[in-house]
Nanobody, 127 residues
């Protein structure tokens, strides 16, 4: 059983920065895909960023490109989401999640493909 523990959420003013962390309770292997998702009130969960465990390839939603950076510390089994130039529309509950891709396959952008999730951390951006 893999458990993910997020931290780093909080309240900031527009233009500010936050760094979210997601620590896994154990190493999950080289075929791991880790993603950050967010869900605002009355909206569907959307993908924000994902990272390949092996090689560190990344993907970003258009809405956060150039402002958010996903990174990982494999030795610490931790994934980070650095968020700069925050906007009020970034306000949401942020979740990290993971799934295992097949050999030769890619990491999914579909949250339904992710098999283990953290409890979420709230980010509030005021104007």
């Amino acid at each position: 059983q893999v458990q993910l523990v997020e931290s780093g959420g909080g309240s900031v003013q527009a233009g500010g920065s936050l760094r979210l962390s997601c620590a896994s309770t154990r190493y999950t292997g080289s075929l791991t895909c880790m993603g950050w998702f967010r869900q605002a009130p009355e909206k569907e969960r959307e993908g924000v960023a994902l990272i390949y465990r092996d090689g560190g390839r990344t993907y970003y939603a258009d809405s956060v490109k150039g402002r958010f950076t996903i990174s990982q510390d494999i030795a610490k089994n931790t994934v980070y989401l650095s968020m700069d130039s925050l906007k009020p529309e970034d306000t949401a509950m942020y979740y990290c999640a993971g799934h295992w891709r097949t050999w030769g396959g890619g990491c999914s952008q579909d949250p339904n493909e992710y098999t283990y999730w953290g409890q979420g951390t709230l980010v509030t951006v005021s104007s």
